[in-house]
């Protein structure tokens, strides 16, 4: 079956340490993406990448930093410099980007990965 | 800046009790409305996009339409299973750059 994988489903981190969350699609898709999501707020932005070895900033991005190497696979880390990153993690993916009918096509999303510090 | 505004945030119905959900926007060049449908502790499920005032889609009890201004996702005779968040998110942009913003959603809770 083709979907998106995230892992862990539950992460916690101590003060000063950096983690990585897992992002695996097997849609081929082109472009995948990093998002935060935080209760009484709608999802930020964190990271996209449109193509392997390319990469851009969200809203969001301090504290953070990706990887994409593999059209499959984009991992984000949460560094120790991020100061709030007790947050659910969403990653999406989606064939790619375009304009109007089909040619932006919507955002698949994987299951997140919760993360707490304790 | 772009604003998505979701009302009401939280909506309690009978089942078989049939209401609308409402999203807002305030986005300079809409190009897209997005609807997703959100379990508690997992991720966003893609119901519909919509790309013009008029357009509207359905998908069993569910439909979607969109004006200039704003968009109604409308719940025809709900059961216990469409308890969710619902989210709103719409796409703008110019050259190269696009960006979608998403709104806090309501949670639909439906009462047996």
Not at chain 2, 52 to 58: L, P
Request: glycine share 10%; net charge neutral; hydrophobic share 30%.
């Amino acid at each position: 079956d083709g979907g998106i994988t995230q892992s862990p489903k539950y992460l916690f981190r101590k003060e000063g340490q950096n983690v990585t969350l897992s992002c695996e699609q097997n849609l081929n898709h082109d472009a995948m993406y990093w998002y935060r999501q935080d209760p009484g707020q709608g999802l930020r932005l964190i990271y996209y990448s449109q193509i392997v070895n390319d990469f851009q900033k969200g809203d969001i991005a301090e504290g953070y930093s990706v990887s994409r190497e593999k059209k499959e696979s984009f991992p984000l880390t949460v560094t120790s410099a991020q100061k709030n990153p007790t947050a659910f993690y969403l990653c999406a993916s989606s064939t790619r980007l375009g304009w109007g009918p089909s040619s932006y096509n919507e955002q698949f999303f994987g299951p997140g990965t919760r993360l707490t510090v304790l | 800046e772009d604003q998505v505004t979701q009302s009401p945030e939280a909506l309690r119905l009978q089942e078989g009790e049939s209401s609308s959900l409402n999203c807002s926007y305030t986005v300079s060049g809409l190009r897209g409305l997005f609807w997703y449908r959100q379990d508690p502790g997992k991720g966003p499920e893609f119901l519909f996009t919509l790309y013009s005032a008029g357009e509207e889609k359905e998908k069993e009890r569910l439909k979607a339409t969109l004006t200039k201004k704003e968009s109604f996702l409308h719940i025809t005779a709900p059961k216990p299973e469409d308890s969710a968040t619902y989210l709103c998110a719409v796409l703008r942009g110019s050259g190269g750059y696009q960006k979608v913003t998403f709104g806090i959603g309501t949670k639909l809770q439906v009462i047996p």
